[in-house]
T-cell receptor, first 111, second 114 residues
């Protein structure tokens, strides 16, 4: 079954901790994306990557970091520098220029 | 720069009534347009998209949207809604020249009442 997976589904973080959200796809897509969703708001782009070993900042990259060592994987680290990290995080992938396919999301809560 | 405005944050409607969810966009270049649906605590699913060609696009579950370049709109319509259509709907725009930069509207919550 082709698709995009995110883990964990729920994540709790203490203040001052870094946490890493996993995103894996087996759709053979070149491009991958991370979005943040807050209640009553649309999706805001954090980072995106169009090829392996290359990625670009989106609109709200501060306090986040990513890597793209493999085509299938695009993990997102939420660092302690992110002042308000509680949100729903969505990963997506696409063939270049085509429709984005979304994972089921990770809900991050800071305790 | 590009932007998307979904004109209604909430749309309540009775079952079997028609519905229109409005989306306007602005962009200095040509764009691709998308509607996505999101059910609670899930990711987004593509409903329909406009890339080129016919300005009227349809989904398999009865939704349709019409690209209107002069009015910079991409409104979503369904002639008769079901309870199961209750969800949040997002309009998105992507530049035809930069595949990495999609911009999403704030979403419209469609609530279908019996």
């Amino acid at each position: 079954d082709g698709g995009i997976t995110q883990s964990p589904k729920y994540l709790f973080r203490k203040e001052g901790q870094n946490v890493t959200l996993s995103c894996e796809q087996n759709l053979n897509h070149d491009a991958m994306y991370w979005y943040r969703q807050d209640p009553g708001q649309g999706l805001r782009l954090i980072y995106y990557s169009q090829i392996v070993n290359d990625f670009q900042k989106g609109d709200i990259a501060e306090g986040y970091s990513v890597s793209r060592e493999k085509k299938e994987s695009f993990p997102l680290t939420v660092t302690s520098a992110q002042k308000n990290p509680t949100a729903f995080y969505l990963c997506a992938s696409s063939s270049f220029g085509d429709t984005q396919y979304f994972g089921p999301g990770t809900r991050l809560t800071v305790l | 720069a590009q932007s998307v405005t979904q004109l209604d944050s909430q749309v309540p409607v009775f079952e079997e009534a028609p519905v229109e969810l409005r989306c306007n966009y602005s962009s200095s270049v040509s764009v691709y347009l998308f509607w996505y649906v999101q059910y609670p605590n899930q990711g987004l699913q593509l409903l329909l998209k406009y890339l080129s060609g016919s300005t009227l696009v349809e989904s398999i579950n009865g939704f349709e949207a019409e690209f209107n370049k002069s009015q910079t709109s991409f409104h979503l319509r369904k002639p008769s809604v079901h309870i199961s259509d209750t969800a949040e709907y997002f309009c998105a725009v992507r530049s035809s020249t930069n595949a990495g930069k999609s911009t999403f509207g704030d979403g419209t919550t469609l609530t279908v009442k019996p």
